[in-house]
């Protein structure tokens, strides 16, 4: 329920004023918010037995780690960061710790800083299969694929090796056989999670192939495994939008508005269908987006650009959010923002490191068939 | 199970994230006082001072309304603003609720007194939520003169913000407006211009009230009062704002009042009945004094001091001409009728002086 104030609150901030709009609930068990686990005040003894003990910090930074995860709420790595802070020390120990910031500091983006804590870790567990499987991920959303495929190459667990190799084969210009080999790796024996992420990985292959039908196979099947992965849900949103079924977006998407890139995706389903609904998700995601600028972290940059460029209608404006957002991260996505933001604005060679990158790597991917060619 | 944690770590890398932890501080400068609001997270406000009582998941508005006591030591015991060299003494208010992006916030109104002069820096130290999320920021937005800066507080110890100076334009803007607010809001200065002018449009003979026969001589009687109140208030505005002179408010406060009821009462028992004017004039240098405590309170923003001094004069003068334009023709238009000349000036001024006896009792006592 938005009261038509918090709504103006909203237009106000998007209009620069920082001016609120609070409000008083019309009776007193009017329920403002869920507490979750891992929330609660009197949760905080937990964390203080963490700062002494290791044993208690690793598993406490573990369960924020996942609750992040889970939920999408970025607030859950805070907690870890809380915890974690006393282990992670320049005179530590603890390589799982070091991991586990990592792992914190690369939800945030900041790929530099994780893979340093990377190399810290590493220098005191060379076989650490998590510290290489990290590594390897935050190497390939660099675009630095060469390195990621060594790091992938060190983990250790075959089917693991298998999955991250191919991913990341399947990037620089092995798609076809790529896709194959995953589509070999047997998931029977596979707990939840992993087949999920076989099935993201075989979904935005088929994505890339111009298998839209194939994709959605996949993409359901992953959304089965695991249906809290929203990464797939947003992928799987993308999909739909790409081919006019806005409505099915909007089913898809149901409740899950407070996750700012599937709120966007919501956004531009509600656009395509001229739902009214439409002025305030974009009110609420401009809020999030002037409150992220200010903060001065840029997580949901690539989302930014989007939003500038298919509900703003301002290209120029996406076209600095998606060039900023390139500095940061390589994914196809931030390929095809890039391009279209500079097509859109009227300077192709805007996106030329974009198209650089494509052919440096032999990327294949049929969205970007046109966008190449529209190069100047 | 090793290959699960495994995975888990790889999707998080991937995964979509939700907005960070923010607490919002709004602050608006008025001279030397500040007022804004503190805006946190339910559920990192449950974090920091805890607000489900009954321990069921949920948190309610009569849940939030029992911990505004707890709020307040947890914001006091983790937020300074000050000028630099003054912590300022908050107030609070009642809480409210206000919704952001990512759920309900706990907003938290207050004002804040931060000594004697005019803030042009302010000082704060933010350490809200420090030790439960390293990644919780404090976005700060401050009003002063009618622009916004904001910043971003990170609980890395005290930050400083300097007030930036506003354009000559908005300056402009701002104090006209100011002016023309203050001489409508404060109606003892209206009270005071009226019971002048009602007998404008008559004249004396005879111990009795006639109207005047022509539109002329009340014309003039008009512009005499207005221009010497005008005169009188805009020399003491000016000296008190420079602080050439400056008088106690209690004793400007109470001559204001005071000069109201004799103004009121002259229409009764008419003492002057040519020359208003002059009570105009010698009053209206203390009404100087009591527009110049309202700009002392806002302070003038350095750099514009000459142009928001005039414009909050203009202001004044603005405000105070509209009632003017209001009143007066219909005044003069049943200036001639028994209602006018017994009731209004007699009743009307009878009421004014009662309103300003009790207004002169109260300021002069406290």
């Known amino acids: 329920m938005i009261s038509p104030s918090a709504c103006a609150a909203m237009l106000a901030l998007v209009a620069g004023t920082a001016a609120g709009a609070p409000f008083v609930p019309r009776d007193d068990s009017a329920v403002l918010a869920e507490v979750t686990p891992g929330t609660r005040h009197s949760e905080l003894a937990a964390r203080q037995r963490a700062a002494q003990r290791l044993d208690v910090a690793l598993p406490l930074a573990q369960l924020y780690i996942k609750q992040a995860r889970n939920t999408g709420d970025l607030r859950f790595l805070g907690y870890a960061e809380a915890v974690l802070d006393p282990w992670i020390g320049p005179d530590t120990q603890s390589a799982d710790a070091l991991v586990l910031h990592a792992t914190v500091l690369q939800s945030r983006h900041d790929f530099s800083g994780a893979l340093a804590v990377l190399e810290r870790a590493r220098a005191l567990r060379p076989n650490d299969a998590q510290a290489w499987l990290t590594s390897a991920t935050v190497l390939r959303v660099l675009g630095e694929y060469e390195k990621s495929l060594a790091a992938c190459k060190s983990i250790g667990d075959a089917v693991v090796v298998e999955l991250c190799e191919q991913g990341v084969r399947g990037l620089r210009g092995e798609l076809t056989s790529a896709y194959a080999a995953i589509q070999q790796i047997d998931s029977q024996e596979m707990p939840p999670l992993e087949r999920a992420w076989r099935d993201s990985e075989l979904g935005e292959m088929a994505v890339r192939l111009g298998r839209d039908g194939e994709a959605e196979h996949w993409f359901q099947n992953g959304l089965r495994a695991s249906p809290g992965d929203f990464y797939i849900r947003a992928a799987y949103a993308d999909l739909l939008l790409r081919n006019g079924r806005a409505r099915e977006v909007l089913v898809l998407l149901k409740g899950q508005e407070s996750l700012e890139p599937l709120l966007l995706r919501i956004a531009i389903a509600q656009k395509a269908m001229r739902d009214p609904a439409l002025e305030h998700s974009s009110a609420r995601l401009a809020a999030a987006f002037a409150a992220e600028a200010q903060r001065g972290d840029g997580v949901h940059r690539r989302e930014e650009a989007r939003f500038l460029l298919e509900i703003r209608g301002d290209p120029q404006a996406a076209l600095g959010a998606a060039l900023e957002n390139w500095k940061v991260q390589r994914e196809a996505d931030d390929v095809l923002v890039l391009m279209r933001a500079a097509q859109a604005a009227g300077v192709p060679q805007a996106a030329q490191p974009a198209v650089a990158f494509v052919r440096e790597h032999g990327v294949e991917d049929v969205r970007m068939a046109g966008l190449m060619g529209a190069r100047s | ?366």
């Not at chain 2, 770590?9 to 991937?14: C, G, P, Q, S």
């Not at chain 2, 015991?77 to 809480?95: I, Q, Y």
């Not at chain 2, 002259?266 to 100087?288: C, D, M, Q, S, Y």
């Not at chain 2, 238009?333 to 109260?362: E, K, P």
């Open chain 2, 1 to 366: 199970m090793r290959a699960a944690a495994i995975v888990c770590l790889l999707l998080t890398a991937t995964a979509h994230a939700h907005i960070a932890s923010n607490g919002f501080l709004a602050v608006k400068v008025e001279g030397a006082r500040l007022s804004g609001s503190i805006e946190l997270a339910m559920r990192d406000a449950e974090l920091a001072v805890g607000l489900d009582s009954n321990r069921d998941g949920a948190i309610t508005w009569g849940e939030l309304r029992s911990h505004q006591r707890d709020l307040e030591l947890y914001v006091r015991s983790r937020l300074a603003l000050g000028d630099g060299t003054h912590r300022c003494s908050e107030e609070f208010s009642s809480v409210e609720v206000n919704e952001r992006v990512d759920g309900n916030y706990v907003w938290l109104p207050f004002t804040a007194d931060c000594g004697r002069s005019r803030l042009s820096r302010v000082v704060v130290d933010y350490r809200l939520l420090q030790g439960i999320d390293p990644s919780h920021r404090g976005l700060l937005s401050i009003t002063a003169w009618g622009g916004t800066q904001t910043g971003v507080l990170n609980g890395q110890g005290e930050q400083s913000i300097a007030l930036e100076h506003p354009s000559a334009w908005r300056a402009f803007t701002e104090y006209l407006q100011t002016g023309i607010w203050h001489i409508w809001s404060g109606i003892d200065h209206l009270l005071f211009l009226l019971s002048l002018l009602l007998p404008a449009v008559l004249r004396r003979r005879h111990r009795h009230w006639e109207a005047v026969p022509l539109a002329a001589p009340a014309f003039v009687n008009i512009l005499k009062v207005v221009t010497a109140f005008t005169i009188a208030h805009s020399l003491t505005l000016s000296l008190a704002a420079f602080e050439v002179v400056r008088l106690p408010s209690r004793l400007t406060e109470s001559v204001i009042a005071a000069s109201i009821v004799i103004a009121a009462l002259n229409n009764i028992f008419p003492k002057v009945t040519e020359g208003r004017w002059r009570i105009a004039f010698a009053f209206g240098l203390l009404h100087g004094f009591g527009f110049a405590s309202v700009l002392a309170d806002m302070g003038l923003p350095p750099g514009a001091r000459v142009i928001s001094l005039l414009s909050f004069n203009l202001g004044v003068e603005v405000g105070q001409l509209a009632v003017v334009v209001a009143v007066m023709p219909m005044a003069y238009a049943i200036r001639a009728t028994t209602f006018y000349r017994q009731t209004v000036m007699r009743w009307g001024s009878s009421a004014i002086a009662t309103l300003a006896l009790v207004w002169l009792v109260q300021r002069a006592v406290g």
